[in-house]
């Protein structure tokens, strides 16, 4: 019998991780990008994130720069068929909620009528206006501060943010603004742990931390990185439970060597003709040129 670690069979709504946050109870939230990994995961975690790491996880970008509302909407659409009764954030791409309220709300609209429970975007003060305008249209709002992968350019790479007085200072008061337009919960990434604790215990809604060390509401790491699919340099805040881009590839390998060597299919992997019909379609099939 596999160990399968099941969350209480409560849907999982806003409200709910409201009451977990004032209970203490850990969050746990991971990604999918399509049906099979929404299969995987929504039975076990709280909260399931269509991110846009779907660019650099799925579709071979270097960053989440390139995604746009087109591949969001589709990746999202495939998730939402699956119907999850864990929690549903997409995430909104760069660019999506930067030019109007109007432009903002059409898209993160488009993504709550494709089966979202809620989006996510990243920033802090220079994102209130939006935050405001999509809460007054009724569509929940998750933040996300500190190492935020759409400001790449601006941080000059992946790098740990809020290790300077100012820096964190300037995150905290951005946690709070966020929380005061009305955001839901705030993802804190690639931040000290401490800076994470002091976020944590001065809102009143839930963290969820990534790379944010252990005293946020809950922690969330991209589904590939949990399964060991994702290649090459992973940050040290990401612990891979399976080696799973090596063990897929030796279980391809193999059946890879059965067809080669004859092996696959066998008989019972194979359809039949009923009883005489096969000495019958010997006499009508055309003999093989030479
Ligand atoms: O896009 C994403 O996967 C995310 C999580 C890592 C929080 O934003």
Redo the contacts with the bound molecule.
């Keep these: 019998m596999s160990y399968i670690s099941e969350r209480p069979v409560e849907r999982v709504t806003i409200p709910v991780l409201q009451r977990w946050r004032g209970e203490g109870r850990t969050i746990v939230?991971t990604?999918a990008y399509d049906a099979v990994s929404a299969r995987i995961a929504d039975p076990i975690v709280d909260i399931v994130?269509v991110?846009?790491?779907?660019g650099n996880?799925c579709l071979g970008f270097d960053n989440?720069l390139p995604v746009s509302m087109t591949m969001m909407n589709h990746h999202l659409e495939a998730v939402a068929r699956t119907r999850p009764h864990s929690l549903l954030i997409a995430?909104m791409p760069f660019l999506s909620f930067h030019l109007s309220p109007e432009e903002t709300i059409r898209n993160a609209g488009g993504l709550v009528q494709r089966g979202a429970d809620a989006v996510?975007l990243?920033g802090g003060a220079k994102r209130v206006e939006m935050v405001r305008a999509l809460v007054d249209c009724e569509i929940p709002v998750m933040g996300?501060l500190g190492l935020t992968?759409q400001s790449v350019n601006v941080m000059g790479g992946f790098k740990v943010q809020g290790r300077k007085a100012d820096d964190a200072l300037r995150l905290l008061d951005d946690a709070h603004r966020l929380q005061e337009a009305g955001c839901f919960a705030l993802?804190l990434?690639g931040i000290p742990a401490e800076l994470a604790a002091r976020a944590t215990e001065s809102l009143n809604i839930p963290t969820?931390g990534?790379g944010a060390g252990p005293s946020c509401s809950g922690q969330?790491?991209?589904f590939h990185d949990v399964l060991g699919l994702t290649e090459g340099n992973r940050p040290k805040f990401v612990r891979t439970y399976l080696t799973g881009f090596q063990l897929l590839q030796e279980a391809l390998s193999r059946w890879a060597d059965d067809v080669r060597k004859g092996a696959f299919p066998a008989p019972n992997e194979s359809y039949r003709l009923p009883e005489g019909l096969a000495d019958e379609i010997a006499k009508w099939a055309p003999s093989k040129s030479t």
Excluded: A
């Design positions: 939230m990604t994130l991110g846009d790491s779907v996880v989440t995430d996510k990243e996300h992968p993802v990434e969820i990534i969330v790491l991209v």
